[in-house]
């Protein structure tokens, strides 16, 4: 079996195990057993309700935002050709998190804050976009800056709303910035969008492999680069509006994924993608099960612990000996 | 190799320019060039620097606007335009991530028949152009581990895998050594004889021309333009006015060679 496939499989089974795994645990454990005999054939009651009303939902979440973020991630080091690229490079969770603050602020419940940080989040989109297009001279190397240096500018405003806030308010914001699933709403509509991106970008892979070959000679090779990279641009941002909106701003999970997938011995985006997908998703539900059960019943920030069970996985695939396929 | 200027010239252009001016932003580099290029032509662009041979092999891949005058193109091959041009720039502006395999397929883009990833002929034809330049037995080498010579034989091979009717090559020979020069100036040369493919090639030295080359096009600097015969246009009063440098005529085997005095 080739490479791209055999890992196809194993992230497919780690995705459904992730996934079995956040349905079984938690402060009320419930048996593998009766998860399994809950999901084939529902049966009205305590058990029920926490599998279908509490568990999956926030399963299925986790398992939406780590794909969304793994697929933007991946979509933007292609578009930008920076390996340091993460779906937040260009100001989107900068605008998101400046729009959920500033509603929390206001003292607004959980849907208004998520409509604040969809309109920051769309307003720091049409900034960066407008910017880096208004010169009619199409560079990936001025979106790349004018994405900086807004999310520099978010970033600070942020932070002096943080300093500004009343001292209740602050843990609830701190909560949102470091990105967290306990609020997070249903993931119906992020899955689609996981799907649907997911399916698109798969299909414009091969223009992505291109891109990497420099403008000119993609252009060269006929790949409508300019369309392309708006395309690419839109779905990146879409993907991480819905990711945000689910659990603020997770980190980690977007700029490492991709690579894990590439150290693994994977580069041709037709396969990275939707590896990358599955692996984020597995990634996420996992760490997101591990922060509400590990010092339950407190609750801990998903974006931590991406980083803290991330870092020493990544820091391990680097180390290890170069793969030869 | 073979003498200059024996090659059949039969067929239709697969290039012809009339009255093109060459321009970048701000400055125009030649006025009224006049190209016509045939299957199985070698031509070789020759000028100092910052003359306009890049931006003529821009032009004529369409990748630069054409502010006047006109590109044609021919070709006897089925596929689109950009499946019968292939480009070897001269620079390329990113880092591929990949194999070098996966590097040479993406010369397939214009010319594959998978809508999703590759099909066997296009691997075959992959493999095929990698071996033509000497790189079998690389496909599954990081695109990143090679050497400049290296990279540089891969993306003719990328080329290769394109399988266009005309070839524009900015400095094909640039990062190789002597020998992996002769190899690739040989395979040029089976190009346009054996299978009557048409190459522009942007080069740097005086020496190969006259030995590979049918034709020769001088850019001059001052904006004029001359071409025709290689044997015609590389002689000395005209390179010496081309690079603005004393040169010496050495005589040996039967042939000529510049050198600077």
């Keep these: 079996m080739s490479r791209p496939l055999a890992l196809g499989a194993i992230f497919l089974a780690a995705a459904v195990a992730s996934i079995f795994i956040a349905l079984i645990a938690g402060p009320f454990p419930i048996p593998a057993r009766v998860v399994v005999d809950n999901v084939l054939f529902p049966i009205p009651g305590v058990v029920h309700d926490i599998i279908w009303n509490l568990r999956a939902p926030r399963a299925l979440a986790a398992f939406a935002c780590g794909g969304l973020l793994a697929l933007a991630g991946a979509l933007l080091q292609a578009l930008l050709r920076n390996a340091l690229a993460d779906p937040y490079i260009l100001g989107v969770s900068g605008g998101a998190a400046l729009g959920a603050l500033l509603a929390l602020v206001t003292g607004a419940g959980a849907a208004l804050m998520n409509l604040g940080a969809l309109a920051g989040a769309a307003c720091a989109i049409s900034i960066v976009f407008g910017l880096s297009f208004r010169s009619g001279e199409w560079d990936i190397y001025r979106l790349l800056l004018t994405g900086v240096v807004l999310a520099a500018g978010l970033s600070a405003l942020v932070s002096l709303v943080l300093v500004t806030a009343p001292h209740v308010q602050v843990k609830g914001m701190l909560f949102w910035l470091m990105g967290d699933l306990s609020y997070a709403g249903s993931p119906i509509a992020a899955l689609t969008v996981l799907v649907t991106g997911t399916t698109l970008a798969a299909g414009a892979a091969r223009g992505l492999d291109l891109l990497s070959l420099g403008d000119t000679k993609a252009r060269s090779l006929g790949l409508p680069v300019k369309p392309l990279q708006i395309t690419v641009f839109a779905l990146a941002a879409v993907a991480t509006v819905a990711a945000v909106m689910l659990a603020g701003s997770v980190g980690f999970v977007g700029l490492m994924v991709p690579h894990a997938v590439r150290l693994l011995g994977v580069t041709a985006y037709r396969w990275l993608l939707p590896l990358s997908v599955l692996l984020g998703g597995a990634f996420l539900t996992l760490a997101d099960t591990v922060a509400r059960t590990l010092v339950a019943p407190q609750q801990l920030p998903v974006g931590v612990l991406t980083a803290i069970i991330g870092v020493p996985l990544m820091l391990w695939l680097l180390g290890r000996r170069r793969l030869s396929s | ?261």
């Excluded at chain 2, 590389?234 to 060679?257: K, M, N, P, Q, W």
């Design chain 2, 1 to 261: 190799m073979t003498d200059a200027g024996v090659a059949a010239r039969d067929g239709a252009p697969v290039i012809k320019c009339e009255a093109l001016t060459l321009a970048v932003p701000g400055r125009v580099l030649a006025r009224g060039v006049e190209l016509e290029v045939r299957p199985g032509d070698i031509w070789a662009v020759l000028g100092a620097n910052g003359s306009g041979k890049t931006t003529l092999v821009h032009t004529l891949a369409g990748l630069a606007p054409v502010s006047r005058g006109t590109v044609f193109v021919g070709g006897q091959s089925a596929g689109s335009r950009v499946a019968r041009i292939g480009v070897l720039l001269q620079q390329e502006e990113a880092t591929f991530w990949g194999s070098v395999l996966e590097y040479v397929l993406l010369g397939r883009f214009p010319r594959t028949a998978a809508l999703f990833g590759w099909s066997i002929d296009d691997e075959n034809a992959s493999r095929a152009a990698l071996a033509a330049v000497g790189l079998a037995g690389f496909e599954h080498r990081d695109y990143r581990s090679l050497s400049g010579g290296e990279r540089q034989r891969t993306r003719i091979a990328q080329l290769l895998a394109q399988d266009p009717d005309c070839c524009l090559l900015d400095e094909p020979l640039q990062h190789l050594d002597l020998r992996h020069q002769v190899a690739v100036l040989k395979l040029i040369d089976a190009l346009a004889r054996g299978r009557a493919k048409a190459v522009i090639m942007v080069l740097h030295d005086v020496l190969w021309p006259a030995r590979v080359c049918t034709h020769a096009l001088l850019l001059h600097e001052d904006g004029t333009v001359e071409c025709g015969p290689a044997h015609a246009m590389l002689t000395r009063e005209r390179l010496e006015r081309l690079y603005g440098c004393a040169l010496r005529e050495i005589a040996a085997d039967g042939s000529v060679f510049f050198a600077p005095v």
